[in-house]
């Protein structure tokens, strides 16, 4: 979302020098003033205004330093240093030029405009939208002042207060193009996403070649898992700014949500391409290689991520996931040592972590990560009942028997639990109720019985078991 431009000026009138307003007789009339031999006002202000509208704004402040000395009463001339001290972000400087025009010309809507905006950037939210309010005091339709609140409103995220007054706009300029397109930016933001289409959709009826309109309805449309439609936007952002890296990369998600991961991969390396020090680009390069069992491809890519942003954790973690597929258990569990590291509540790597410190051996590891995968993740049933058999091997009888009782709350249907609890019970002696956990998990899997039968190969010559267990 582009900064509104503010201040504009209706400079196109005759420069009353009578000179040509092209760069060579600019340069020669900057180098005549530098040396002295203009001081004209007139002359001056020609060029300052012609600087201004090219957006040479360096050059135009000593220039119009020059001006403020000859005229230093001047509301016009405190007004446009002010602005363009706010170009140069020299904020604080531009509020004094904005006071002392204010000061000379206490009405004019301008100079709250440029009193906001330098607030705005200095992170002054309320004291911004106060200067604004005194704009639209003066003119109530003023539409810079109402966008340039809204505006504000945005940053504040305080959507609805924004995509009110821009419904405001549209309702007395139903094609006001500045209001659809911010109107459909709120509405992403408040997840109305066919209110942000729609937005869209009659902003580009306007203004068909914004290659940023088209952009951010990709990205509605791929929210709302039209990826076809979403690629099809993107593309047209593409058609009119073909260097135009973030709509390649959301372009390379489209397609590998369809799973069309090679096409993915072709969007995410023209990303890379045009930026090469893009880290979600890498990332999700990688994601798509690692999908694809293209495990080495995978890890050259998350240790390019790495190389460009050393806290990524999730690249981290995504390179430990490789290593893990090609059982490089000790670069996985490093790889998961770094991720957590740097991110310690996400339950996801404590549990990679914890399967790769059990297939090293690192048993005491193993437990603590389970540990505090489920602390993190209290719904994991996989965590707890990894957590339950490692305790089980490891004699820790009582803890075990929680863990898969945990298991068994969170889904009562699971016949996993149920038959290695049953192991848990016979080895705390607790035979009654080991069969009755043993009798669940073979009802709700008939394959457990023939499990059980193949690791206790002598249980038939048991009589309690016998009627107890072996009932079909």
Not at 4 to 23: A, C, I, M, V, W
Not at 416 to 435: E, G, H, N, S
């Amino acid at each position: 979302m582009d900064d509104l431009e503010f201040g504009k000026y209706d400079d196109e009138q005759n420069d009353p020098t009578g000179r040509s307003e092209n760069e060579e007789e600019i340069k020669k009339l900057s180098a005549e003033i530098n040396n002295g031999k203009i001081t004209n006002a007139n002359d001056l202000e020609a060029i300052v205004n012609y600087l201004f509208e090219k957006h040479k704004y360096e050059d135009a402040l000593p220039l119009i330093n020059r001006l403020v000395e000859q005229l230093p009463f001047s509301a016009e001339v405190w007004l446009r240093k002010g602005i363009i001290l706010n170009h140069l972000q020299k904020y604080k400087e531009a509020l004094e030029c904005f006071e002392k025009a204010q000061n000379l010309n206490p009405n004019d809507p301008e100079i709250f405009l440029g009193f906001g905006y330098a607030s705005e950037n200095l992170g002054k939210f309320e004291e911004a939208l106060a200067w604004y309010d005194k704009a639209i005091e003066i003119d109530m339709s003023n539409d810079d002042a109402l966008l340039m609140k809204a505006l504000v409103f945005e940053k504040m995220n305080r959507f609805e207060d924004a995509a009110q007054i821009y419904r405001s706009i549209l309702d007395s300029n139903s094609n006001h193009k500045e209001a659809l397109y911010e109107l459909g930016y709120c509405y992403d933001c408040m997840e109305k996403l066919d209110e942000a289409v729609e937005c869209y959709n009659k902003h580009l009826n306007l203004e068909p070649y914004n290659h940023y309109a088209w952009y951010n309805r990709g990205i509605v449309l791929n929210r709302q898992r039209q990826f076809g439609k979403a690629i099809e936007s993107y593309d047209m952002a593409l058609a009119i700014k073909e260097e135009f890296p973030p709509a390649w990369y959301n372009k390379g998600n489209s397609y590998a949500n369809m799973g069309r991961l090679f096409d993915a991969i072709e969007c995410y390396r023209e990303t890379i391409r045009l930026d090469e020090r893009d880290v979600p680009a890498w990332h999700n390069l990688g994601n798509a290689y690692e999908e694809l069992g293209m495990y080495k491809e995978a890890i050259a890519c998350f240790t390019q991520a790495l190389k460009y942003n050393p806290q990524h954790y999730e690249s981290f973690y995504s390179r430990g996931s490789c290593y893990d597929s090609l059982e490089d258990y000790k670069k996985a569990y490093n790889d998961y040592n770094d991720a957590i590291a740097l991110c310690r509540n996400y339950p996801e790597i404590w549990y990679a972590k914890a399967d790769a410190a059990y297939n090293l051996g690192k048993w005491r590891e193993a437990l603590y990560s389970y540990k505090m995968t489920v602390r993190f993740d209290p719904t994991n049933m996989d965590a707890w009942f990894n957590l339950g058999e490692t305790l089980l091997e490891y004699g820790y009888y009582n803890e075990a028997l929680k863990a898969f009782n945990k298991c068994i709350e969170l889904k009562p249907n699971w016949a996993d639990p149920y038959y290695t609890r049953a192991k848990v019970l016979f080895l705390m002696r607790k035979t009654y109720d080991a069969v009755e956990s043993l009798k669940t998990s073979f009802k709700l899997d008939p394959e457990k019985r023939k499990l059980f039968e193949q690791e206790f190969p002598g249980v038939h010559s048991i009589k309690e078991f016998t009627q107890l267990l072996l009932d079909k």
